[in-house]
């Protein structure tokens, strides 16, 4: 079946801006970068003969994913001389979303900053074949279509993906209203120093990071451990700005998170990850960086 072009090639290209930018953000794990490859995708689609165009659907997703699969490789090698743990950059989904449906685990885990950051385990190929058939459900002819490449290689790329990620794909093991009452009270204890709390809430494994990217001060390598991250965390509580923060409860990539601000200035997104109704995980973005799309979908 084809789908017949549109007269007007801008408003046909906004009935599918949504899907692109959520497709190339799991590609990327970069908002910004999103915005960037959705908007080259366009300027190609207007200077595209869409009288040749059969399926604008599969058009824009084969020129998009091949523009995302060259940032990539470029971003492989800036990202090796990054300055401390990199995380994505992280997206407020509290107010409606730009990165799809996020009805179901399965979807919210999709763009989990834990997925996203390890699928930077991976090479281009290998994430694009994992992104196009693990969220947008293509099959394995569509995704070789996309790619240019045989049906066996993508079936290939899958497996590779799937054994590089090494863990099952995360489920979340207690309802959405008991993760925020964890979160919350985590961030709680943190800002006042409250150790027994905390201690009753961190996971024996947990593990904290902090990307500043070089532009702020943040912990250069992962903190593992209860009773590391347990002193760390103190640490961030005891400092005097923290005094004079506000903290505001949202959602981050589907999960329970917290905004952290001075004033109007959106300072951090701490993201805990939680297991077993312990949290196990803290991923702190405080690079100004990595704020600037959040901050822009709170005006």
Sequence with gaps: MTTEPAADPAAEFETHRTRLFSLAYRMLGSASEAEDVVQDTYLRW?????????????WLTKVMT??????????????????????????????????????????RESVSLALLTLMERLTPAERAVFVLREAFGHSHREIAEVLGIEEAHSRQLHRRARAQLGRPRRRFSVDDDRRREIVESFFAATLEGDV????????????????????????????VGREKVLRYLLG??????????RAESVE????????????????????????DGLVSGVRTVISPAKLAFAAAQLR
């Excluded at 207007?46 to 059969?54: F, K, M, P, T, W």
């Excluded at 961190?202 to 992962?222: F, K, M, N």
């Excluded at 961030?236 to 923060?245: D, K």
């Design 46 to 58: 207007s200077a595209a003969d869409r009288g040749a165009v059969r399926t604008p659907a599969a």
């Design 66 to 107: 091949n523009l995302c699969l060259n940032q990539l490789t470029s971003a492989r090698a800036k990202r090796e001389l990054y300055v401390g743990p990199w995380l994505p950059e992280p997206v407020f989904t509290h107010r409606g979303t730009s990165l799809g449906p996020l009805e179901s685990a399965e979807q």
């Design 196 to 223: 027994a709390g905390l201690e009753r809430l961190l996971a024996d494994d947990v593990v904290a990071w902090a990307d500043g990217g070089g532009q702020v001060s943040a912990a250069r390598r992962p903190i």
């Design 236 to 245: 961030l509580g005891a400092r005097p700005e923290a005094a004079h923060v």
């Design 252 to 275: 981050a990539n589907g999960e329970p998170a917290v905004a952290v601000f001075v004033g109007e200035t959106l300072l951090a997104i701490v993201v805990p990850e939680i297991a």
